[in-house]
């Protein structure tokens, strides 16, 4: 089946400082990549969607500014947490989707941000 | 817009019972349905989706659902459990925007604990 690997699984950094994750589908070509945010028990919320070569759309109350995706190909998309607080922690997960309703959505193992 | 209720937060079952994991939806048009399990830390995994046709959906590891639009339901059923099901179980609700690959509306789990 289709592969979505994302890294890093795990990251532990200082208050301000940026992180980068990356969401790479391995053998296939996503039209779409989405990123999702999951608080400790309870269901994952949509952040943004984000289509090859065009800005990402973001769901209302979050911050574009603070979280900064880039889709630049069909293989990879970035999501990169400025300037972070310990509020910021949280497990986040993309997934990558190809274009048509019987195209299901493959998903990365998550990455869990910590912040100190 | 769209929502998924998964009334059940948390279930117990014995290794060898069966198993029935509720959803109920809400959506304007014909839902896409789907189900996902999620082993701790990791991403999610597609049992099965629904998009139209047969009401009774087969998918991976034994896992079917029946669609009853009468009722708004997608419950995930299992005849007999393994202790590898224990995971944690989403319901979703695929909305297509008109651009791109569909997004997801995720109900908020249902955890499942299997008794060996």
Known sequence: ??????????????????V?????????????MFWYRQFPKQSL??????NEGSKATYEQGVE??????????????TLTVTSAHPEDSSFYICSAGKQGWDQPQHFGDGTRLSIL | ?????????????SEGASLELRCNYSYGATPYLFWYVQSPGQGLQLLLKYFSGDTLVQGIKGFEAEFKRSQSSFNLRKP??????????????????GAGSYQLTFGKGTKLSVIP
């Open chain 2, 80 to 97: 007999s459990v393994h202790w590898s099901d224990a995971a944690e179980y989403f319901c979703a609700v695929g909305d297509y925007p």
């Open chain 1, 20 to 32: 980068k994750i990356e969401c790479r589908s391995l053998d296939f070509q996503a039209t779409t």
């Open chain 1, 45 to 50: 919320m949509l952040m943004a969607t984000s």
């Open chain 2, 1 to 13: 817009a769209q929502s998924v209720t998964q009334p059940d937060i948390h279930i117990t079952v």
């Open chain 1, 64 to 77: 574009k500014d603070k979280f900064l995706i880039n889709h630049a190909s069909l293989t990879l998309s």
């Open chain 1, 1 to 18: 089946g289709a592969v979505v690997s994302q890294h890093p699984s795990r990251v532990i950094c200082k208050s301000g400082t940026s």
